[in-house]
């Protein structure tokens, strides 16, 4: 098949299989059948609140500090895998890449994945990274009106050889970082959505020159799980980082629905080279990180307790930024889409509406299936699967919404110090940003990502120019199959 398969994983379950990095939630929490006999939920509504102070030299980012610039295209390409269609499943900023779009105000370049690979050798070669040109963004209503971006190194399959077997709906992350040690190098982090058994590793380095990437790598985050750790990267702060992460100055994590990664997004500080001279570690070390942030894991407990404030099952975050501001504002965001549904089910999107739920009827009795904004369980005339759904089964909502949140670094700290739970930080600000989005316009694969309301994966991964106070955030199917890029300026 040209864009996905389905794969038959026994009788009555059937997970899709296509080229979205951040893309079906196929499975339960693992916990579901160990905490089967466990029937009383308690859900804890946190408020947003920040502790401690922000930073030596500024006050924090709020929501009114973005500023919506607008969006552009991403470059066409030719047959999958060489094509941005179905990918976007990560992103970085290149401060140094296309040195002559300083004139327009918008400099530096990006680098982008294309479409994912695909399982049991249908593309193997998939999530190949082009670097492309960063046009002027536009506010425009017609994405056919929007600025291009160009081709600055075609499509090259970096990890050829790597991550081999991890193709079953993949999950990247990509940082450009220069340091003293190491030079210029773009950092990955490479996993799958059903993490495979034995444990593979999940991170790498190569050279920004793709048509010569020296790979390095692969490695582990620590003993953390996989389902927490390859999602998504990004730089800490230099000074940060040499105050509180001992000089760690990658942060990296994911977030995986139903909790499997913990109820929050989580986020580590890691650092791949072993000395001064930025010698990389050998390949399947386990390099040493600092916990940021973690919250409890639906493995452990299916009670929504230590979890994001107003925590759902089918919430989605996708990339994040360490924020630092020419202004002297700072914040650690992440984006995707939170789930704010009256009603969220396991199951399937309701021919009959969103408004109702169509659960997976193999795993009632097993676990809450389905729940209600507050936690609390559905009644018991929404535990039924419904006739005449689709096989895209996974965590539905009534309702998303795309979102930033916005949390202290100050919490962070607190946590790398061992003064407070690392489930203890909650974002002080959120902003929404659906206003902005197209909303898959041409109807591309609306019977798997959903519309309206209920759409899920509207958002992919983050990328930032700490320099020129620059915000970039992928929008996932937006341009037929292929995503945009939107733009804003942080004040």
């Known amino acids: 098949m040209d864009r996905r398969n389905l794969v038959r994983l026994a009788p009555g379950a059937v997970l899709l299989i296509f080229s979205l990095g951040c893309a079906l939630s196929g499975e339960p929490s693992p916990a579901a059948p160990a905490l089967a006999a466990v029937t009383a939920t308690s859900h804890t509504y946190l408020p947003f609140v920040s502790q401690g102070t922000p930073s030596p030299t500024g006050g924090l980012l709020q929501a009114v500090d973005f500023e919506y610039l607008g969006a552009f295209r991403l470059p066409e390409g030719g047959e999958r895998p060489l094509t941005f269609a179905y990918g976007g499943n990560a992103m970085t900023f290149n401060p140094a890449g296309d040195p002559d779009g300083a004139v327009d105000g918008f400099p530096g370049s990006l680098f982008i994945t294309g479409h994912d690979r695909l399982p049991y050798g249908e593309l193997t070669d998939g999530s190949q990274v082009a670097e492309v040109s960063i046009p002027v963004p536009a506010a425009l209503q017609t994405i056919g009106s929007l600025n291009r971006a160009a081709f600055l190194q075609d499509f090259a399959d970096v990890s050829a050889g790597h991550f081999t077997g991890l193709d ?3 999950r990247l992350g990509l940082l450009y970082l220069n340091t003293p040690a190491t030079g210029p190098l773009l950092h990955l982090a490479w996993g799958q959505h059903l993490q495979p058994d034995p444990p593979a590793a999940s991170h790498a380095w190569f050279s920004p020159n793709l048509a010569v990437p020296n790979f390095q790598g ?11 750790v390859n999602g998504y990267l990004f730089e800490i702060p230099t000074w940060w980082a040499d105050a509180y992460a001992s000089g760690r100055y990658i942060g990296t994590g994911r977030y995986r629905d139903g909790g499997w990664s913990g109820m929050g997004p989580a986020l580590f500080a890691y650092r791949p080279w072993i000395d001064e001279d ?40 996708e990339g994040g930024a360490w924020v630092t501001t020419n202004s002297s504002k700072t914040a650690v965001i992440f984006a995707g889409n939170k789930s704010l549904g009256d009603k969220y089910w396991y199951g399937y999107i309701n021919p ?14 097993q676990f809450p299936v389905c ?45 790398a110090a061992g003064e407070i739970a690392s489930w203890e930080p909650q974002p002080y600000a959120s902003l929404t940003i659906d206003e902005h989005l197209f909303f898959n316009p041409t109807g591309i694969e609306a019977d798997m990502i959903g519309s309206g309301e209920q759409r899920r994966f509207l958002i992919g991964d983050v990328a930032y120019d700490r320099a020129h106070d620059l915000l970039y955030i992928l929008e996932l199917f937006a341009d037929e199959a292929a995503p945009i890029v939107h733009a804003w300026k942080l004040h």
């Open 168 to 170: 079953e709906i993949p």
């Open 218 to 228: 692969e490695w582990f985050i620590g003993d953390q799980g996989l389902d927490s």
């Open 278 to 317: 930025g010698t990389p570690a050998a390949p399947g070390a386990r390099l040493p990180e600092i916990v940021l942030l973690l919250y409890e894991s639906s493995a452990i407990s299916e009670n929504f307790e230590h979890a994001l404030a107003n925590y759902q099952h089918p919430d989605e975050w």
């Open 352 to 365: 009959a509406g969103p408004q109702y739920p169509c659960v997976d009827d193999d795993f009632v009795g």
């Open 371 to 415: 729940r209600l904004a507050d936690g609390s369980d559905c009644p018991a005339e929404d535990l039924v699967e419904c006739s005449g759904h689709n096989d895209y089964r996974g965590w539905w909502s009534t309702r998303w919404d795309a979102q930033i949140i916005l949390y202290n670094p100050a919490d962070l700290q607190r946590v």
